[in-house]
């Protein structure tokens, strides 16, 4: 990448190569297992003007008309987006006449939780599959991808957005500022525009290289969304930590000269980002090192458990689970299957492992001696739900931040 896709500085660094991969969330049906997969380099570079963690984009065109993920299928979703409509509808929207949209509202589950509590909502959802999920709970869904165009039309038919919501999306986003574009155009001037995303800062110190993949096409620093920001004359004026996949942040915008005034923690955040080096070569020379590490010792782990006669399978089948299974090289040779709750990805296979991907019923059936937790980053809710398989001598193998095994 020759620049930075927030702040479009040329300070860049190429830091880490993953190899090739196919797009971690397309699990594939049985018949695709026996074509020729498509693969791209997931190579991974950093911004060290603004710590932007970004991977060029060889998403196809149309490539979400048709998705795997819902977050229906993690109770941790529904208490996160049932908090999150009461602090908005609370915070933002108290007259419930003012309009929520939500982009990339998926199956719905947070519009839902704001229409139950009396607010007015609108998705925006370019998957087809799943815009029929949403609309079947009642909620009214544009079928389309977020740009420009699409926000003048929606603006036309249904007036300005007082909170623009993009869970999880936003780095989904390779031209940052078109987007951007479209936010300005749809918001109120005195709306706010609310993204959650992961952050950089916890993905360095945790050594979280798995969210990074294609469809992820960029890791955020508050610096760096501060900067994308400014393009289109918008301003964080707040932030919240989040603890969700991992280490999360929800950042709060809005249009330059707007009534709110910015929290002292946006230059808190900054500053943090700063002792942690975020803007240092070095920072990211010794991530790498850590990451193969954590690749030699966890293929070490399986190896050993392998030759001991043990039997492995593997707990979810996120899209940051296929970048780590496919960088570390773990196939049906390691794990017999992979569970994960969401039926839309059930009687399906892993991208590039062509792991079999069953129901998590599956597990009590067959009892396999180890569980690699794919889906770590709800790795309480889904240690609760497996007490039965642990109380029968089960063990998890947690692959992040470093290997090691629970009981």
Same mark, same amino acid.
């Given at each position: 990448m020759d620049a930075c896709r927030a702040c479009q500085s040329r300070n860049m660094y190429l830091f880490l190569r993953l190899g090739a991969h196919p797009p971690a969330s397309r699990v594939l049906a049985a018949e695709e297992l026996t074509l020729d997969e498509s693969k791209f380099p997931l190579d991974v570079h950093v911004c060290l003007d603004c710590a932007l963690i970004q991977v060029p984009d060889f998403i196809p065109p149309e490539f979400y008309r048709h998705y795997f993920y819902v977050p229906s299928a993690s109770e941790t979703m529904h208490r996160h987006f049932d908090d999150m409509a009461d602090m908005l509808l609370s915070r933002f929207a108290s007259d419930r006449s003012d309009r929520i949209v939500d982009i990339g509202s998926n199956d719905g589950l947070f519009l839902k939780a704001c229409k139950d509590k009396g607010g007015t909502t609108l998705g925006i959802e370019p998957a087809a599959n799943l815009t029929e999920i949403a609309r079947s709970k009642g909620i009214d869904v544009v079928n389309e991808y977020f740009n420009p165009t699409t926000a003048r039309q929606v603006r036309s038919e249904y007036g300005s957005a007082r909170v623009i919501v993009t869970t999880n999306t936003f780095n989904h986003i390779d031209d940052l500022h078109s987007f951007m574009e479209g936010i300005t155009l749809l918001l109120d001037d005195e709306g706010v525009f609310v993204v959650e995303v992961p952050q950089a800062l916890d993905l360095v110190e945790k050594n979280e290289f798995d969210t990074i993949y294609h469809e992820h096409l960029s890791e955020f620093s508050v610096k760096s969304l501060v900067d994308l920001y400014?393009?289109?004359?918008?301003? #964080?004026?707040?932030?919240?930590? %989040? &603890?969700?996949?991992?280490?999360?942040?929800?950042?709060?915008?809005?249009?330059?000269?707007?009534s709110r005034?910015?929290?002292?923690?946006?230059?808190e955040w900054i500053q943090n980002e700063r002792n942690g080096a975020l803007f240092d070569r070095a920072t990211y020379e010794t991530f790498r090192e850590r990451v193969n590490e954590n690749k030699r010792n966890t293929m070490s782990m399986l190896k050993r458990l392998k030759q001991e006669g043990r039997t492995l399978a593997g707990y979810g089948a996120p899209s940051k689970g296929n970048t780590l299974l496919n960088y570390y090289g773990i196939d049906s040779n390691y794990l017999d299957f992979v569970a994960d709750r969401s039926t839309l990805k059930q009687g399906r296979y892993t991208p590039g492992s062509h792991?079999?991907? #069953?129901?998590?019923?599956?597990? %009590? &059936?067959?009892?396999?001696?180890?569980?690699?937790?794919?889906?770590?980053?709800?790795a309480d809710e889904i240690l609760k739900q497996q007490a039965e398989y642990r109380s029968r001598g089960g063990k998890f193998i947690v692959p992040i931040p470093e290997p090691h095994i629970v009981d």
């Amino acid at each position: 990448m020759d620049a930075c896709r927030a702040c479009q500085s040329r300070n860049m660094y190429l830091f880490l190569r993953l190899g090739a991969h196919p797009p971690a969330s397309r699990v594939l049906a049985a018949e695709e297992l026996t074509l020729d997969e498509s693969k791209f380099p997931l190579d991974v570079h950093v911004c060290l003007d603004c710590a932007l963690i970004q991977v060029p984009d060889f998403i196809p065109p149309e490539f979400y008309r048709h998705y795997f993920y819902v977050p229906s299928a993690s109770e941790t979703m529904h208490r996160h987006f049932d908090d999150m409509a009461d602090m908005l509808l609370s915070r933002f929207a108290s007259d419930r006449s003012d309009r929520i949209v939500d982009i990339g509202s998926n199956d719905g589950l947070f519009l839902k939780a704001c229409k139950d509590k009396g607010g007015t909502t609108l998705g925006i959802e370019p998957a087809a599959n799943l815009t029929e999920i949403a609309r079947s709970k009642g909620i009214d869904v544009v079928n389309e991808y977020f740009n420009p165009t699409t926000a003048r039309q929606v603006r036309s038919e249904y007036g300005s957005a007082r909170v623009i919501v993009t869970t999880n999306t936003f780095n989904h986003i390779d031209d940052l500022h078109s987007f951007m574009e479209g936010i300005t155009l749809l918001l109120d001037d005195e709306g706010v525009f609310v993204v959650e995303v992961p952050q950089a800062l916890d993905l360095v110190e945790k050594n979280e290289f798995d969210t990074i993949y294609h469809e992820h096409l960029s890791e955020f620093s508050v610096k760096s969304l501060v900067d994308l920001y400014a393009f289109s004359d918008m301003e #964080v004026f707040d932030i919240e930590r %989040l &603890e969700i996949h991992g280490g999360s942040m929800r950042v709060f915008g809005q249009k330059v000269g707007a009534s709110r005034d910015v929290c002292p923690v946006v230059d808190e955040w900054i500053q943090n980002e700063r002792n942690g080096a975020l803007f240092d070569r070095a920072t990211y020379e010794t991530f790498r090192e850590r990451v193969n590490e954590n690749k030699r010792n966890t293929m070490s782990m399986l190896k050993r458990l392998k030759q001991e006669g043990r039997t492995l399978a593997g707990y979810g089948a996120p899209s940051k689970g296929n970048t780590l299974l496919n960088y570390y090289g773990i196939d049906s040779n390691y794990l017999d299957f992979v569970a994960d709750r969401s039926t839309l990805k059930q009687g399906r296979y892993t991208p590039g492992s062509h792991i079999p991907i #069953v129901a998590p019923d599956k597990i %009590l &059936e067959v009892q396999p001696d180890y569980l690699l937790l794919l889906a770590w980053n709800f790795a309480d809710e889904i240690l609760k739900q497996q007490a039965e398989y642990r109380s029968r001598g089960g063990k998890f193998i947690v692959p992040i931040p470093e290997p090691h095994i629970v009981d």
